[in-house]
C-alpha cells in the first residue's frame, strides 16, 4: 500500500523533500505527520479536495471538525469579501460585529452568559484557567488521561506531555465516574479547576457518560472547585452544544459548566477561540470600578488582550456562522447523519477487528483485538486501549482509503461536512465493508 502511495504522489513526495529543509518533519501541525510524506492539498471546494497531484477526495477529515461548512460556502465567501472590501481589516477598535458574534454564541449556548474571544481554542482553555485560578487563588488543576484541549495542554499518551504548568496538572481517568468524585474531594483547596471534554477527541471521540459529567458537576460544587467544559470539538455536535444533551441521570437536566470554551467551527474557518460562562466569574476581565461589575470586592481583576481578539474577518465570520450557515436545524440535521453513518459502520465492522465510536457527525474508527464492539467504551483506562490497538492496521486501512479517494485523519477521525450526501457516505460505508 506504501509503494502505490509513493508512486501515485510524485509532487507530494517532492514538496515534502523541499519542506524538510526549512521546517522540522516538513510541516508545521505535528497532527499532519505522516510517513513516507504528507500529501500536499491544493484545493478545496464544498466537500472535495484536489490534491497537487491531481486527485480527488471526498474530505472526511473537515479541518479536525473546524471545516463543517466546507471549503466554499457562498454565505461564508460573501462575508469574507464584503469585510475586506468593506470593512478592512482588524480596525483597532471595538466593533459592532463583536458585540453580533457574542449574542449569538450567548443565544446558542445560554450558560456562557459572558463571553470573550481569542484566536484559538488552546488560547480560551488557557484564559478559562486563569480565571478559575484568580477566582480561587488555587493552582492545581485536575485533567483526564486522553485529553487534548490545546497544543500546549495535551494528555493524549497517558503520561503528561503539555510544556506549561508542569507540576499543576493531576491526571484523573476518563469515565471512572467514581475514582473522580475521590479526586475531586482530595483536591479540595489545591484544585482550581477540573478541565474535561464532553467527548474525548484526540483521544479517540470517547463519549463521557453523562455519570461521569454529572459526578463532575456535582463534586466540583460540592468542593469550591470550578467547572470547566472544553467544547471546542462538541460544541457543533447540538444546538445548543454537548452540554445541552447529557441529562443527569436522577433529574434530567442539562450539564452547566461553569465555563465553556470554544473554537474551531464557530468562525467558519477563520481563526477562533472563546471563552465564556457565569457573569461573575467573566467579570474578573471587567475593567470598570468593581461598583459598576458583576463582581463586587471579589478578586482582583485581570487583563485580557489580544491584538486579533476582535479580528474583522473572524467577528464577520463567526456571525454569519451562527445565525445563517451552521444554524440549528443544519445542525441537528448533519448529526443525524452522522449517526445513521456511525450504526452502519458500526454493522459493517461487526465481528471484524474494528470498531466505531463517536457522537453525531464526528467519529473515530479504531483498529484492534475487539471481539466486542463495545469493549472500546468499556475501556476506562486509555493505556490499556492504547496496548489492543494495532497501529500497523490501522495505517494500512489509512494507505487504502486515500487511494480510494476518501481523506480521513490517520488515527482514524471521521468528521462530516454540511452538504455532505448519504449517497457519498454510502460509498465510504462500502470500502470498510470491503476492507473488513
Ligand atoms: N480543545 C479540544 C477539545 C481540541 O480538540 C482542540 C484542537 N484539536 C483544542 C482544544 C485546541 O484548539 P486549537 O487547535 O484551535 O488551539
Not at 132 to 145: D, E, W
Not at 405 to 426: D, H, K, N, P, Y
Request: glycine share 10%; hydrophobic share 40%; charged share 20%.
Amino acid at each position: 500500500a506504501e509503494n502505490d502511495y509513493k508512486q501515485s504522489n510524485p509532487n507530494s513526495q517532492k514538496w515534502h523533500e523541499r519542506a524538510i529543509r526549512v521546517l522540522p518533519g516538513g510541516n508545521t501541525r505535528s497532527i499532519l505527520h505522516t510517513d513516507p510524506f504528507p500529501i500536499y492539498m491544493d484545493r478545496g471546494e464544498g466537500n472535495r479536495l484536489i490534491d497537487v497531484d491531481g486527485h480527488e477526495y471526498l474530505d472526511l477529515v473537515g479541518e479536525m471538525t473546524a471545516g463543517v461548512c466546507g471549503h466554499s460556502n457562498p454565505i461564508i465567501r460573501d462575508a469574507i469579501i464584503s469585510t475586506v472590501t468593506k470593512t478592512g481589516l482588524n480596525l483597532g477598535a471595538t466593533t459592532a460585529a463583536e458585540l453580533g458574534f457574542a449574542e449569538q454564541v450567548r443565544s446558542r449556548f445560554p450558560s456562557m452568559e459572558q463571553i470573550r474571544f481569542c484566536n484559538s481554542g488552546t488560547e480560551a482553555n488557557i484564559y478559562a484557567l486563569s480565571i478559575a485560578r484568580q477566582a480561587t487563588g488555587l493552582s492545581k488543576v485536575i485533567v483526564f488521561n486522553g485529553a487534548y484541549h490545546g497544543g500546549v495542554l495535551t494528555f493524549v499518551h497517558g503520561a503528561s506531555v503539555n510544556t506549561i504548568d508542569r507540576n499543576d496538572w493531576v491526571v484523573g481517568s476518563y469515565n471512572d465516574h467514581e475514582g473522580v468524585q475521590r479526586l475531586i474531594s482530595e483536591n479540595r483547596g489545591k484544585a482550581a479547576a477540573v478541565l474535561v471534554e464532553g467527548m474525548q477527541g484526540a483521544g479517540g471521540c470517547i463519549p463521557g457518560s453523562a455519570k461521569f459529567m454529572h459526578a463532575i458537576q456535582k463534586a466540583t460544587k460540592e468542593n469550591g472547585i470550578l467547572f470547566i467544559l472544553d467544547e471546542v470539538i462538541t460544541s457543533r455536535l447540538a444546538p445548543g452544544g454537548l452540554q445541552s444533551t447529557i441529562l443527569d441521570p436522577h433529574d434530567g437536566t442539562p450539564l452547566k459548566p461553569d465555563i465553556t470554551t470554544l473554537g474551531k467551527w464557530i468562525a467558519g474557518g477563520m481563526t477562533i477561540g472563546a471563552f465564556g460562562g457565569r457573569q461573575e466569574l467573566l467579570s474578573i476581565y471587567d475593567p470598570r470600578p468593581a461598583s459598576e461589575s458583576a463582581m463586587q470586592g471579589k478578586p482582583a481583576q485581570m487583563s485580557h488582550s489580544g491584538t486579533f481578539n476582535n479580528n474583522t474577518l473572524a467577528m464577520h465570520v463567526g456571525l454569519v456562522v451562527l445565525s445563517s450557515v451552521y444554524t440549528p436545524a443544519v445542525c441537528t440535521e448533519l448529526n443525524a447523519l452522522g449517526d445513521w453513518f456511525r450504526q452502519e459502520l458500526l454493522d459493517r465492522c461487526q465481528g471484524t477487528r474494528m470498531t466505531v465510536t463517536g457522537v453525531g457527525a464526528v467519529c473515530n474508527i479504531h483498529f484492534g483485538a475487539h471481539e466486542d464492539q463495545r469493549e472500546i467504551l468499556r475501556i476506562e483506562h486509555l493505556d490499556e486501549r492504547h496496548s489492543k490497538a494495532d497501529s500497523s492496521l490501522r495505517d494500512f486501512f489509512w494507505f487504502q482509503a486515500v487511494q480510494k479517494g476518501f481523506w480521513i485523519a490517520r488515527r482514524g477521525m471521521v468528521t462530516l461536512t454540511m452538504g455532505t450526501t448519504r449517497l457519498e457516505l454510502r460509498e465510504f460505508i462500502e470500502f470498510v465493508e470491503d476492507f473488513a
